[in-house]
Structure formats: C-alpha cells, structure tokens
C-alpha cells in the first residue's frame, strides 16, 4: 500500500481520490503484511492511522491487540480488547486473547470470567475449553479441569494440545501413574511432531522411571533445552 493511500483519507464525505473503505482494505492488508515479516513499528504506524479516522473499526482494533502483545506490552491489549467486545461481545478472538493476558498477569478469576463467557457464546471451541482448563489446573481445581478437557477431546480427538493438558492434568491428580502421563506426551508428539513442551515432559517422564537414554532424543527435540554446540 502507498503511504499516501490511507493519509488521503480523512473524514470528510467521499470526494477522496480513494474511497475510505479501499484505503482501509489495503492499510490493514499493508499492516498484515508487516506483522507476517515481524514488522511491528511500521504496523503500529499504520494502525494509528486507521483508528484516528475510525476509532471503531473493528478489524483495525483486533490487529492492534495483537501488535500490543507483540510489542510485549500484554496489558495495553486489553482496553483495546475491551472496546471490541463492547461492539461485538461474543468475539471469539477477543475473549480468548483477553483471558490469555489476563492468565499471565496472575489474574486467575478475571481470566476465568473472559473464558467462561467465550465459551456461553462458542461452547465447542477447542482453544477455549482448553484454556479454561489450564486456567483451572494452575488454581488445583483439577476436577473442573478434566470436565473441559474431556468435552474438548470428544469435540476435537485428534487436538495435541488437549492430550497434552491431559498428560498435565495426570501429572497433578496421578503423579505415581508415571506411564499414564507418558502416553498422553507421547501421543501429543505423534499428533504435534514439533510440540516442544510435549518433548520436555516425555523427557522428565522418562527420567522419573530411571529410563535416561530414552529422555535424551526428546530433550534434543525440545529447542529450549538443546544443548550449545
């Protein structure tokens, strides 16, 4: 997109040169392809454009979250969160980033709200059920935990993510049942070949059971604990 493109646009009546809809089709377009290229000041640029003419725009609003969070600034997503679901307060991504934030500033019920109330609108959604889960896990609330991951792996069998929260799950509620946990981390990688907290926890499970050869090629597949060459 020509940086002139959306600085045409103001908001007066269409006697642009270019309609403000075109202008904005191609600004967020412009703005997805620098956030693909980890590009984030040139989005931001572009973001604050758009959202000075349309304050309101939804699509621009969702991408700026998501330049906040990649911008490692988690909480200034969450107004801009706030005012996409006060325009659509079932949007699904909006719910889900929010409890996320929420989770990882070590506010447990405010993320628990975000997730319960993204699953009243989309009750199957694996992501949501699967969150929601971890959420409770991380609070010792186990049994309500294995609810929401037994919906998800009825909904969505083949999801690695929900075999492995199950594996996380065995390891809280079961931790004698070293081979119980193992299956589920197994059975994660085999769905998710590159899941590399997958990798980790197979790993540790062999270590419990004595079995070291057997942990050492899935610490070489888990990245974070490749050794230097």
């Not at 037994?150 to 390891?171: E, H, I, R, S």
């Not at 050869?213 to 050794?227: C, F, H, N, V, W």
């Amino acid at each position: 997109m020509r940086n002139t493109d959306i600085d045409r646009v103001n908001s007066s009546e269409s006697e642009n040169e270019i309609s403000r809809e075109e202008a904005f089709v191609e600004a967020l377009d412009a703005v997805k392809t620098h956030l693909k290229s980890g590009r984030v000041q040139p989005a931001a640029k572009i973001l604050n454009k758009v959202l000075t003419i349309d304050p309101d725009n939804i699509a621009a609003l969702k991408l700026m979250a998501e330049v906040a969070s990649l911008s490692k600034t988690p909480t200034a997503a969450l107004p801009i969160l706030g005012k996409i679901l006060q325009h659509d307060p079932a949007n699904l991504d909006a719910l889900n980033n929010r409890g996320v934030i929420l989770m990882g500033l070590d506010d447990p019920e405010a993320a628990e709200l975000s997730f319960r109330k993204l699953l009243k609108y989309h009750p199957n959604d694996c992501n949501g059920l699967n969150n929601l889960a971890t959420n409770l896990i991380h609070q010792e609330r186990f049994g309500e935990a294995e609810q929401f991951l037994l919906k998800a792996k009825d909904q969505w069998p083949f999801d690695a993510t929900t075999v492995y929260n199950l594996g996380v799950l065995t390891f809280n509620t079961e931790p004698a049942n070293n081979q119980k946990q193992l299956n589920y981390f197994l059975k994660a990688i085999e769905l998710k070949p590159d899941y590399t907290e997958a990798h980790i926890n197979a790993a540790n499970a062999f270590v419990r059971s004595g079995e070291f050869e057997r942990a050492i090629p899935y610490l070489d597949k888990a990245p974070l604990y490749r050794p230097e060459d």
